[in-house]
């Protein structure tokens, strides 16, 4: 989406001044820690606001769960380290989260957490980029 969305900022300036849409977009995505790492909450914060979106406070208006949401979305990156590098500390962390031992019902909630960010993100960045687009949502 982070891509998506810096297409949709640069695609207007490639038809005036091409070299000038590359230098947008590589500044865009420069540093992107989405590009080194899991798409932790803080990640996720860190890269959008390149765009110039404070994405997590423009989800929290967006929609209540929102922070829910972040936190679901912390512990799922914890049990994914945990499990890929069987870090039992990052088992524990999990426990302290109540999300240990990881059952069925557990992943599923992960699954809605996900489900619901990534509609509610399209929504917020969309809305976010008409404000640059004349008011035309770029998706």
Avoid at 119 to 134: I, P, Q, S
Wanted: aromatic share 8%; net charge neutral; with cysteine.
């Amino acid at each position: 989406m982070h891509d998506e969305a810096s297409d949709a900022l640069c695609d207007p300036i490639t038809e005036l001044d091409p070299s000038l849409s590359v230098v947008l977009r590589s500044g865009l995505s420069r540093a992107r820690k989405l590009d080194k790492g899991n798409a932790q909450p803080a990640a996720l914060g860190n890269d959008f606001s390149y765009l110039g979106l404070s994405l997590w406070p423009a989800l929290k208006r967006a929609n209540i769960k929102a922070a829910k949401w972040n936190d679901e979305l912390e512990s799922l990156n914890i049990a994914r380290n945990a499990i890929a590098h069987d870090d039992q500390d990052e088992f524990l962390k999990l426990q302290q989260r109540n999300r240990y031992p990881i059952t069925l019902g557990v992943v599923k909630r992960w699954s809605r957490a996900l489900d619901g960010l990534a509609v509610t993100m399209d929504a917020v960045v969309g809305d976010y980029l008409a404000g640059f687009l004349g008011g035309q949502r770029p998706w």
